[in-house]
Structure formats: C-alpha cells, structure tokens
Nanobody, 126 residues
C-alpha cells in the first residue's frame, strides 16, 4: 500500500490543522494506521494510532485531548485533526500502516509498521 500525507502548513499557536493520509494499492482496511512525528533535531515519536475498524485508538500523552484521529475505509483515508496547537507540535508528520487484526491498535515502535508515507511539515509559531 502507498501512503501520502498532506495538510501540513504554518499555523499560529492555538490554531488548528487537519492532516490527511491517503492510501492506494492494497485494501486499506487491512491495515491499522498511525501518525508519527519528527521534530527538528529530535528522534521520531509516536503520536496516535487507530485500529482497522476505526473504533479503537491510542494517543500519546502529549496530544491527548487536542488531537483526534479518524478513518474512512470507504475513501481509503485517515485524518488527524489537530487543535490547540503548540510550538512544540512543530514537526514533520508521517502516517504509517501496520498489518493488524480488526480491533488491534498498533504500538509506538516504528519497526511494527509495514508502510510509511512521506512527511508533511507542520510549523506552529508562537
């Protein structure tokens, strides 16, 4: 499966952005999907994961209550709604897909993922 992330940009602190991850190729519903991010000069970090069903999620503590992941299997899309953005959210955001059971939520290890999209840059100004 091929993944393409989009929707990044420059936003002021407190603002919102919605990232999209579009999938093509094999059946998207076969994969759980996560978002990772890599801030400047920092290692990549896990942000959030969603199960194949869309019914189970797992958020990093740093984004709980501010970010919301959702998916539309009919459209082969995953979305990340980011609200109340902070300068520390500045990073390149990547979506990644993992083979999983219908309700499983993949973990935070990058090695658990089979496919990665290119990143989209989110810059939050103070």
């Amino acid at each position: 499966v091929q993944l393409q992330a989009s929707g990044g940009g420059l936003v002021q602190a407190g603002g919102s952005l919605r990232l999209s991850c579009a999938a093509s190729g094999r059946s998207f519903s076969n994969y759980a999907v996560s978002w990772f991010r890599q801030p400047p000069g920092v290692e990549r970090e896990f942000v959030v994961a969603v199960s194949r069903s869309g019914g189970r999620t797992n958020y990093a503590d740093s984004v709980k209550g501010r970010f919301t992941i959702s998916r539309d299997n009919a459209k082969n899309m995953v979305y990340l709604q980011m609200n109340s953005l902070k300068p520390e959210d500045t990073a390149v955001y990547y979506c990644a897909a993992s083979v999983a059971t219908w309700t499983a939520v993949p973990g935070s290890r990058g090695t658990d993922y089979n496919y990665w999209g290119q990143g989209t840059l989110v810059t939050v100004s103070s």
